[in-house]
């Protein structure tokens, strides 16, 4: 039974997979602290070792250093565990990072749907049309006042021409 | 308890320091000394909780080059003190273990959210064990801290709704945001 966050607070915000994530990453600890107490006893270990060497003990030397060897055998067996959790641990976070982007890219899609619902064809086509229009009419006002200015430049250059006279 | 090389101040060699004067403008610079100096000797000892009952076991408040010692009443009445700028707290009725915070926990607070915002951790969970005692923290003055500090200080974060601790069964660990 998990401890409810939610009384007067908001929801939380610890997903199932944080959970998850969580207990692997006590493991990983678990391990290491493991692998401290296994590295501690192998240091004392090679001092006895040593120690009994020079006081010629050699029989005794010798289990020591198969004992020696057996713990740096387990050493190696937990880091190969931990590279497992490690990986695992990233797998799941990775996971979660890609739920976030489809998420982000579902999100995405909607919003450009909605906008793109907004845009009514008719309504486009309308501005289109208006826009043809406008510009038509604009056309005709432009030739008519074209040709009026090409009157009266006429005019204006009749009447210089008719002073010269 | 472990000797770390100490700059004691000093008034710690002084005995009058550790009887509690009786002359109010005197009374009010010995108290001040002394809350510097537990809360420097704390920072520097990485001792989060005092205990009162065990006092003489610390060179802090047992000088015993000139024979002082700060008497139990003193020592709880100069904590209290410190509870009042939020650099102590007692943590049991008959006032005998005191959590010291030469940080507050709103500093603490501060400083392991930015160590989580500056590795990338946000939105990722942690082990407490791992925030506190992991290799990445190792350079952290809050390394070492001890658990009941940094829930507290994990409980300031969740206020600010930067973290949730969560607490279940054979987990211990908080989620960052």
Redesign the interface.
Same mark, same amino acid.
């Given at each position: 039974m998990?401890?409810i966050?939610g009384k007067k607070k908001p929801p939380?915000? &610890?997903t199932e997979q944080?959970?998850a &994530?969580?207990?692997l990453?006590?493991q990983r600890?678990k391990l290491k602290l493991y692998q401290k107490k296994i590295e501690l006893a192998l240091n004392k270990d090679r001092e006895v070792a040593k120690q009994l060497i020079n006081k010629g003990q050699k029989e005794r030397a010798k289990l020591l250093l198969k004992k020696k060897r057996y713990q740096e055998q387990l050493l190696l067996k937990t880091d190969a565990q931990l590279e497992n959790l490690e990986k695992l641990t990233h797998d799941i976070?990775f996971a979660q990072v890609e739920v976030q982007v489809v998420e982000g890219l579902k999100k995405g899609n909607e919003a450009l749907k909605q906008v793109n619902e907004s845009l009514n064809i008719e309504d486009i086509e309308n501005i289109l049309q208006e826009t043809r229009e406008s510009v038509d009419k604009q056309n005709e006002i432009n030739e008519l006042l074209s040709g009026k200015l090409t009157d009266e430049d006429e005019e204006a250059v009749e009447k210089r021409i008719g002073r010269h006279h | 308890m472990s000797e770390v090389e100490i700059d004691w101040p000093w008034q710690y060699s002084f005995p009058p320091f550790f009887t509690l004067q009786p002359h109010p403008e005197t009374r009010h610079k010995q108290v001040a000394a002394w809350k510097s100096l537990i809360l420097a000797y704390c920072q520097k000892t990485k001792t989060y909780i005092i205990d009162v009952r065990e006092a003489t076991q610390f060179s802090l408040f047992n000088n015993s080059a000139i024979n002082r010692k700060l008497e139990h009443n003193v020592i709880v009445s100069i904590l209290s003190e410190l509870q009042k700028t939020g650099n102590a707290a007692a943590v049991d009725k008959a006032k005998n273990r005191w959590e010291i915070y030469w940080h507050t926990l709103e500093e603490w607070a501060s400083m392991i959210y930015e160590y989580v915002s500056n590795s990338g951790m946000q939105n990722?969970?942690?082990?407490l064990?791992?925030l506190v005692h992991g290799e990445n923290s190792n350079g952290e003055e809050f390394n070492g801290m001890q658990q009941e500090v940094l829930l507290k200080v994990l409980k300031v974060l969740e206020r600010e709704r930067k973290c949730?601790v969560?607490?279940?069964d054979?987990?211990?660990?908080a989620?960052f945001?």
């Open positions: 998990g401890i966050f939380s915000r &610890v944080d959970k &994530v969580l207990q990453k006590q600890d976070e | 990722t969970v942690l082990t064990y791992e949730e969560i607490v279940e054979d987990m211990q660990g989620k945001f």
